[in-house]
């Protein structure tokens, strides 16, 4: 499992820790280019792969890929 | 490339200047009409929605101008060749797709009849106050081509020249005819072939907005691999935005426009009668030339060195030519049928000579002997 | 960056333009998610008016045409008349497509041409800075209604449907999943599709609507101020919005589909 978070687009909204039914992101005290604060990948171990991260994302920022 | 089209319809008939304009589209290779009724165009939309369809194009009455406008650009970017027809209220409701259409670099052509105005108007009466509407109706920056027919056959070759001139220049054509050339019946021949200007989409191109030496940009058409943006917004060569950027902003309004007004020579379409030896003057355009050409030959009747130049493509204005051809007349009469619009034009152009305005209003067309008397009036006073 | 949206997003054009939280890259997700599923994206056009959600498909790496505020069903009807084999799909605003384009929404539906129309309706006029719209609530306090909104707001749901419209559901950006499948089942359909999206606009609806400026809280309000129906009755009472597929009618026939019959039957007389 690799989860991404494109720090390039990344606004911040924090809609994906919200989203997330496993708690797999949180808040980080990394700044982007743009000095948004953006999430992190916390708990990897717990995600499921629904990826509704994915497609909840308003900017397209997060990837999972699951392991074949 | 002018490839010739047969039009299997040849031969000398007698028809209405508003069938003649919709056979012409369809033999111009027209094959989307969307519209919207309006007097006195309304038989342009109703030969169309049957001849249309006749030969395997789309026809749909729209719920208004507006959406009639939107509706062809759209089909001209789907790949058919598309018209409009209308009149003065529809005409300004058509202005901010026009404005698009410009912008987007659409080749379509708009036919306005037009009639008496403001607002309704004089729905049934033919006027000239339209001219203005056609080249300053959109807001911003821009250049417009724009057709004036004063007969029935001029009507039929004019359309196909008004295509050919979008598909050339990528950018709308206006063909501006009035009630009277709309409503009349008149002889026309038809050719057995048409030269038709055809351009072949290009297909897999980063930069569908890259421009030739005349400023004007490739053919493109949806769904040939371009994934093109046709933006309203200011765009580069790639079609993304640039309306935030000045210098390149600023650089696009002048591509746009300079691809008409650099190229005005070869858009300069004018006729003109007795005009070697002609101390006065008529200068004319659409329907008052049949009225100016009558007068002329009155006064030349009458030993007066009268002369007429008609004007077929108002729009570019033909600034070059007309000084060329009228720099040393002293006395210039500028008929129409609006409050005296062009004429402003012609006196920027010929300050040297005396312009005169000889404005109609109510609908009516001026009739040849009124404009004999002027002639005749000032061919008295040049003589004092 | 998402790996699928690598395919159909211009990398260049990025970040978006649209606000931190906003619920129009949800929607073009969802979009994409149903056009990669039904595989057709070199088939398939997308047009849009003025408006944020309107900005949505200038950044797809297809055809699109960004066109003028209100009549991007108009640029798709003749679209779609020059190329009927193709999908053409509208992004619209509450305010572009009821609004300014209210009269073109009723002639698309009752033509029943063969479109897909998203509406994202996020309340408020928000690229102009919080203005009311059509379907702004009542007593809703904006930039142009300082004392509180009066007119009742639009249903376009309800709207759409009346008209003619054959297919119609309406989904919140809190059902991603839902609207995926209602995106591919409206292009799918052969009759014109309206599908309505509720969204979040945490800046000027935030402000002025939903007191609250965490998209999250905006899209878990909208979701329990909602309910999941699949039937529409006109007579509805209760206060909450319906969410759903609506209605499918398959046997009305399309409208490109009646020209070219029409036009075989002129060819055979």
Known sequence: MNISIDDNYCKGCEICINACPKDVFAISQKRNKYGTLIPCVAEKENCIACKLCEIMCPDGCINVETEV | MLRKEVTENEGEKVIQGNEACAEAAIHAGCRFFAGYPITPSTEIIEYMSEAIFKNDGMFIQMEDEISAMCAIIGARWGGKKSMTATSGPGFTLMQEALGYGVVSETPVVVVNVQRGGPATGQPTFSSQQDIYQAKYGSHGDYEIICLTPSSVQEMYDFTIKAFNLSEQYRTPVI???DEIIGHMRERVSIPDSVEIEEKEAIEKCDEPFRRDKNHVPYAVDFFKGCNILVEGQLHDEKGRRIGHLADKSGQFIQNITRKITDNCAELTDIRHMYIEDAEILLIAYGSVVRSAERAVKTAREKGIKAGLIKINIIWPFPEKEIFRLAGHIKTVIVPEMN???YCREIERCLKQSKVISAPKLGGNIHQPSELAEIIEKEAALSYE | MNSLLEKYIKKESLPYIFCPGCGNGIVLNAMIYAIEALGIKDDTACVSGIGCSSWIPPYLNMDVMHTIHGR??????????????????????DGDCLAIGGNHLLHAAKRNINITVIMINNYIYGMTGGQK????????????????????????CGVAMSAGATFCSRWTTGHPNQLKKAIQEGIAHNGFSFIEVLSQCPVQAGKSIFKERDPWKIIQYIRKNSTITSVWEDEYKEDKIRLGNFKKETDKREYCEKIITLKKRMKQE
């Open chain 3, 133 to 156: 719209s059509p379907t702004t609530p009542i007593d809703a306090k904006t930039k142009t209604s300082p004392y509180g909104a009066i007119d009742n707001p639009i249903d376009g």
């Open chain 2, 339 to 341: 409050m005296g619009k």
């Open chain 2, 175 to 177: 063909l501006l005819a």
């Open chain 3, 72 to 93: 991007a069903i108009a640029f798709a009807e003749g679209l779609k008349l020059s190329q009927p084999d193709k999908n053409i799909i509208v992004f619209t605003g």
